[in-house]
């Protein structure tokens, strides 16, 4: 995930450059680059008018104007060009689990509905401080969630060396005089546990995204409202912090049920 952070105005700059591209390379504005590279080419190579090819410039290049103006005014190019922003922003190929990388997922979808509702309300009030933390807590939602997506895949694998090495530790058991050490079976509750609140952190992510979409799409009816717009960022924030301290909290659990892993498989 990109460091910087995100605002109206980032939202904003990334929407006006991603429908820039879409525009001239898959949109309405293809043909017309199309057309004015064919109609420049007969005007100077074919059949050589400076001054016609000059005019067609004109012209293609005002019709551009108006093609990418309309673009940028319609919803539906704004919301591919979001979506296609927030699957740079957070990738979730890598999550190997199909029903967390489907919540993921959806959180991907609702920040970049977050962040057009947010963008709706920011172009009909202005500049608004707190619209931009309603968008930053979007993202650091997503990022957490990500985050715990992750964790709870790197703790799968941990379990998974658990399991082998408590396979070798029967093998042994079964031998005369030889000892087991139990010490693994305790450790595997342990990172279990943590596998399972990573994943609880995942769905509770989401439902938390789904409150702030919620919450945005009542500001947006009542426009104006400046004390219920802070107050539901302020919650917003306070989510995502109370959050990222639960997500430090599980992470430094698991690190210890790690290393006393590791600690006993040594002796």
């Known amino acids: 995930m990109a460091a910087d952070s995100t605002s109206c105005n980032v939202l904003q700059r990334e929407i006006a450059r991603g429908i820039l591209r879409h525009t001239w390379l898959r949109g309405q504005g293809a043909p017309l680059v199309f057309l004015w590279v064919l109609g420049l080419a007969t005007f100077t190579a074919v ?9 067609w410039s004109v012209l293609a290049a005002a019709f551009s104007v108006l093609t990418l103006r309309d673009q940028l005014h319609r919803p539906g190019p704004q919301r591919l060009v979001m979506r296609s922003f927030a699957a740079r922003r957070f990738p979730t190929e890598a999550i190997v689990d199909a029903a ?20 709706e ?17 979007a993202d650091g939602l997503v990022a957490l969630q990500l985050q715990c997506a992750r964790h ?3 703790l799968d694998r941990v379990l998974h060396v658990i399991d ?27 990172v279990a546990r943590e596998v399972e609140g990573a994943r609880e952190l995942v769905d509770q992510i989401d439902l938390q995204l789904q409150e702030l ?19 539901t960022t302020q919650r917003a924030g306070e989510t995502l912090e109370r959050l990222r301290l639960v997500v430090m909290t599980r992470r430094e659990a698991s690190e210890e049920a790690i290393r006393t892993f590791a600690a006993h498989s040594a002796h």
């Open 47 to 55: 059949w050589p008018e400076p001054a016609l090819a000059v005019t």
């Open 100 to 119: 967390t990388r489907g919540v993921v997922e959806r959180g991907v979808a609702l920040f970049a509905e977050i962040a057009a509702k947010a963008l």
């Open 121 to 137: 309300i920011h172009r009909s009030r202005g500049e608004d401080h707190d619209l931009d933390r309603a968008v930053a807590d």
């Open 152 to 154: 709870a895949q790197e």
């Open 164 to 190: 082998e090495t408590a396979t070798v530790q029967i093998t042994v058991a079964a031998i005369p005089h030889a000892r087991a050490d139990a010490g693994g079976h305790d450790t595997r509750g342990a």
């Open 213 to 231: 979409l919620l919450h945005l799409a009542q500001l947006d009816r009542r426009a104006g409202d400046l004390v219920q717009t802070t107050h």
